[in-house]
């Protein structure tokens, strides 16, 4: 089996540079029914799909998240330019979190800053939060190259799928990190204070 990883690392860090957020600014200012909603983040976000036939948001989706509070609910059926702003917290969130968590997390903040005409937001939440994807997304590039360099030097004395194995130490590397991480985001949203 020949795996070409430079290739690999090389289509890994050229996604990383392309990933961008929704800018508030690129939502529209008027409320959405359902099916925009879904028309309009499956559009925006078509870039994080791992498969072309993946969707981002289901209908089914969106209402549970409104049915078990992680969401406010729409008003007369439309969301609101701050729904799509939860909307897209909960979307980074759901893959490493449970929904539990991000209950704990986003309640608090929905709670205050949902809809409460005054200027701090869930709009500068956002704003605050993403401004910061530049610099991290940098950081991450190179401990990614890290990553990958230490990687090369795992299993030198094979020769039966040595780059097998030097793919798989690196898998491993990366979902270290990954794990570590989701055990330090979990025991801090443990720490959040109670309702």
């Not at 209402?63 to 939860?86: D, Q, R």
């Not at 759901?94 to 903040?109: C, E, R, V, W, Y």
């Not at 800053?113 to 605050?128: C, G, L, M, P």
């Not at 940098?138 to 230490?150: E, F, G, Q, R, S």
Request: glycine fraction near 2%; charged fraction near 30%; hydrophobic fraction near 35%.
């Amino acid at each position: 089996m020949k795996i070409d990883t430079k290739d690999m690392l090389k289509s890994i860090l050229n996604s990383l540079s392309r990933i961008e957020h929704i800018k508030p600014e690129d939502i529209p200012n008027i409320d959405l029914y359902m099916d925009q909603v879904t028309t309009f983040m499956d559009t925006r976000l078509s870039s994080s799909k791992r498969h072309p036939e993946d969707k981002i948001l289901t209908k089914t989706m969106i209402n549970n998240y409104a049915k078990n509070k992680l969401l406010p609910p729409p008003v007369k059926k439309k969301y609101s330019k701050e729904h799509l702003l939860v909307m897209i917290f909960i979307y980074y969130f759901k893959g490493i979190l449970s929904i539990t968590d991000i209950q704990a997390l986003m309640n608090p903040i929905t709670e205050k800053y949902f809809q409460n005409d005054q200027k701090f937001s869930i709009e500068t939440i956002y704003n605050e939060v993403f401004s910061l994807e530049k610099s991290q997304a940098d950081k991450l590039a190179k401990d990614i190259v890290d990553k990958y360099n230490t990687s090369k030097h795992t299993f030198e004395n094979v020769e039966k799928d040595q780059e097998f194995l030097q793919l798989f130490s690196f898998i491993c590397m990366l979902s270290f990190d990954v794990y570590v991480k989701k055990q330090m985001i979990e025991k801090l949203i443990d720490q959040l204070p109670g309702e």
